[in-house]
């Protein structure tokens, strides 16, 4: 698959995402709307704002992995994609098919670490 047409999917896949999250945090949200329960208490497992605060925190990393492939399509766009941005060797098919946004070669993102 070209590296266009496999960001442009992965982004779809990220954005159908987020949206069912944002639908079941809104659920979430106007199910508990007015209910006076003591969830934190609760025996019978975990608080509603426990719940709340997963979902918040995955879809704050959809929606930074939609804007990660964002980036990586304007690299794309500019004719830098698959260039590292830190020695500016290639990044490597085998790198750029596990991860199509990377924007270093392997050498360098370990290095980093």
């Known amino acids: 698959m070209h590296p266009e047409d496999e960001l442009a999917a992965q982004r ?3 954005l159908a995402q987020a949206g069912q999250l944002r639908a079941d945090l809104a659920g979430m949200m106007a199910a508990s709307a007015g209910d006076n329960a003591d969830d934190e208490h609760d025996p019978e497992g975990v608080t509603i704002a426990f719940e709340r605060a997963q979902i918040v ?6 929606e930074a992995r939609v804007l990660e ?3 990586a399509l304007e690299r794309l766009a500019e004719g830098t994609y698959g260039t590292c941005a830190v020695c500016g060797r290639p990044v490597g098919a085998e790198r750029l098919a596990a991860r199509p946004d990377a924007t270093t070669c392997i050498d360098c993102a370990t290095r980093s670490r």
């Open 12 to 14: 779809l896949d990220l």
């Open 69 to 71: 492939l964002d980036r």
């Open 57 to 62: 925190a995955m879809l704050g990393r959809t």
